[in-house]
């Protein structure tokens, strides 16, 4: 009986974790993921990322898309989980550039739950204890 007592106490607190699911948001360099060899393998420079005001001349605003990727975090710090759904989030507003004939992303911004964040040299990340995300929102321009 009192077996039965301490698995059902045990089931019930780490129901309660996950109900109490941690949310913890950081500012990250993106300089740290642009740096990654990863970066030039998948996202390569056919098309070119403006974040927040920085400089860019585009000619022909193509539309403004969202994207918001996540990636598993077990196992992996949180800064570590954070890069590689920076990275993924890079990679879908390149593919989307492509898709719509653009050579560039610009005034691109941290969009997480829609809470804009600006910066030319951070963007926003939130990880919990099994998923870290990040959501990006940029104009795609010619």
């Known amino acids: 009986m009192f077996k039965k007592v301490a698995l059902a106490a045990v089931m019930m607190g780490s129901l309660v974790q996950v109900v109490h699911a941690r949310d913890t948001e950081y500012k990250l360099p993106i300089q740290d993921v642009i740096s ?3 970066y030039q393998e998948k996202v390569g420079s056919d098309v070119k990322f403006y ?3 920085q400089k860019a001349v585009p000619k022909n605003n193509l539309g403004e898309f969202v994207t918001n990727k996540k990636t598993n975090s077990f196992g992996k710090s949180d800064e570590a989980a954070c890069k590689w759904a920076m990275l993924s989030a890079l990679i879908e507003l390149r593919d989307r550039a492509l ?3 653009g050579t560039s992303v610009v005034g691109i ?3 997480y ?3 804009e964040f600006a910066s030319a ?3 926003e990340c939130h990880a919990g204890g099994i998923i870290a995300g990040v959501a990006l929102k940029g104009s795609v321009a010619k």
Do not use: V
Request: glycine share 6%; no cysteine.
């Open 121 to 123: 040299t951070q963007y």
């Open 99 to 101: 898709k719509e004939g």
């Open 51 to 53: 974040f927040a005001d």
């Open 109 to 111: 911004t941290s969009y």
């Open 36 to 38: 990654m060899p990863e």
């Open 113 to 115: 739950k829609k809470n």
